[in-house]
């Protein structure tokens, strides 16, 4: 049986808002093995950082199960990294402090020694060495996000989710840290749930693209992405990541509402056009 980090069961859940219930989640159920990777697309709206905040144990559903690495999720789960699109790093503390952040909450068995030479490394695996003592502000947008990855990661967390972390950066710097997610998991392996609209994102970093429906929303679609590592971004212009971009652009608009639920037509050579990427 395939050791599994994440498992959905059947999860129902609503908000209750002043104008009455709002369903959000119907009925998802989604399995994610360890240390791999699996990311999440779907309309605006549908439910995708709701699912988050469900792993997380941040929120209870009102049916069906979560599960962490066997455990059922009915509280806030320390043992969770997380990043989101804006890092909130702490302007009164240094990068290294930022980073080591996550270990004053956590139990941890690492010595302070342990902790710094981790901080340090993870650091280095991102290229911020040098950056150590500087405060948030005096680093780029990347760079901040790539502290905030450390952050997140510093406690060997049993899933790390990610919120759109790279939705708010240049392409060619968004580009870079999916390299760094790579480069990361291929020095120590974590399972990862990722969120993101950027269809090229999930293809290039995923072993899963799950495609949730509108809301509420189910699991619509599952791509399963096999593209060996170690991935480059020229795997992405293959022919066979171009009809995973076709597949997944196709389910989004179904998602959307925009499309009769078909299979993806092949797209001619002379009609591709530009390679699907960014949803919208
Ligand atoms: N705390 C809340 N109370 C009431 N409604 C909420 C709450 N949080 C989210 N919602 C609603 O639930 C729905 C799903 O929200 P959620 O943030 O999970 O969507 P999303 O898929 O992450 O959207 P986006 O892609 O825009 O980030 C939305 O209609 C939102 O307005
Ligand atoms: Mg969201």
Request: glycine share 6%; with cysteine; aromatic share 4%.
């Amino acid at each position: 049986m395939t050791d599994l980090t994440i498992e959905l069961r059947e999860v129902s859940h609503a908000y209750r808002t002043a104008a009455g219930k709002l369903p959000v989640l119907d009925n998802l159920s989604i399995k994610v093995p360890k240390n791999s990777f699996c990311a999440v697309v779907g309309p605006s709206g549908c439910g995708k950082s709701t699912l988050t905040r469900l792993v997380s144990g941040l929120m209870i559903p009102d049916e069906g199960q979560v599960w962490l690495s066997n455990h059922q999720v009915t509280s806030p789960r320390p043992t969770v990294g997380m990043a989101f699109q804006n890092p909130v790093l702490l302007e009164w503390r240094t990068i290294l402090q930022n980073v080591l952040l996550p270990m004053e909450i956590v139990k941890t068995k690492m010595t302070k020694d342990e902790q710094m030479a981790r901080a340090r490394h993870l650091l280095d695996l991102v290229g911020l060495t040098g950056f150590e003592d500087k405060r948030p502000s005096e680093l780029s947008g990347g760079m901040r996000q790539r502290a905030s990855l450390c952050r997140s990661l510093i406690h060997r967390p049993e899933v790390l989710i990610l919120d759109e972390p790279f939705g708010a950066l240049d392409a060619f710097t968004r580009e870079d840290l999916w390299c760094t997610m790579h480069d990361l998991r291929a020095e120590e392996p974590f399972t990862c749930l990722l969120i993101t609209h950027d269809l090229r994102e999930s293809v290039f970093l995923a072993d899963q693209v799950i495609v949730l429906s509108g809301r509420p929303a189910h699991a619509q679609h599952i791509l399963n992405v096999d593209i060996p590592a170690p991935r480059t971004l020229d795997d992405l212009y293959t022919p066979k990541a171009v009809e995973m971009l076709a597949t997944l652009r196709h389910e989004i608009q179904v998602a959307q509402g925009r499309s009769v639920a078909e299979p993806a037509a092949k797209p001619a050579a002379h009609a591709r056009g530009p390679i699907p990427g960014a949803m919208g």
